[in-house]
């Protein structure tokens, strides 16, 4: 059984940081890749930001320059580091772990983290 707690989220006022954590727990062997993504209020889910196993990433180009994605494959957590935040963040963010592989299975499948709130707001 695999869980995962995002945590972070909260009300910041522009130009104001945040950084979001998501820590998966459970038999882990491991995780290909981990990405954020973010859904507004109206709008369809967007992809935030990726990073593979090896650290390669990738940016929305709305957030390139003000997030920073990182991960620690020890601790099966993946962090996203937000500065400089706008209104147009404000969203529900969620983790999401690409095929992430159980112990004794060579099988990967994708879990979702059920989000964690980020207002922008004066």
């Known amino acids: 059984q695999v869980q995962l707690v995002e945590s972070g989220g909260g009300l910041v006022q522009p130009g104001g940081s945040l950084r979001l954590s998501c820590a998966a727990s459970?038999?882990?062997?491991?995780?290909?890749?981990m990405e954020w993504y973010r859904q507004a209020p109206g709008n369809e889910r967007e992809l935030v930001a990726g990073?593979?196993?090896?650290?390669?990433?990738n940016y929305a180009n709305s957030v390139k320059g003000r997030f920073t994605i990182s991960r620690d494959n020890a601790k099966n957590t993946v962090y996203l580091q937000m500065n400089s935040l706008k209104p147009d963040d404000t969203a529900v963010y969620y983790c999401?772990?690409?095929?992430?592989?159980?112990?004794?299975?060579?099988?990967?499948?994708?879990?979702w983290g059920k989000g964690t709130l980020v207002t922008v707001s004066s």
């Open positions: 459970g038999s882990i062997f491991d995780i290909n890749e």
């Open positions: 990073i593979t196993f090896g650290g390669t990433t």
């Open positions: 999401k772990l690409g095929r992430l592989r159980v112990v004794g299975s060579n099988f990967g499948k994708d879990y």
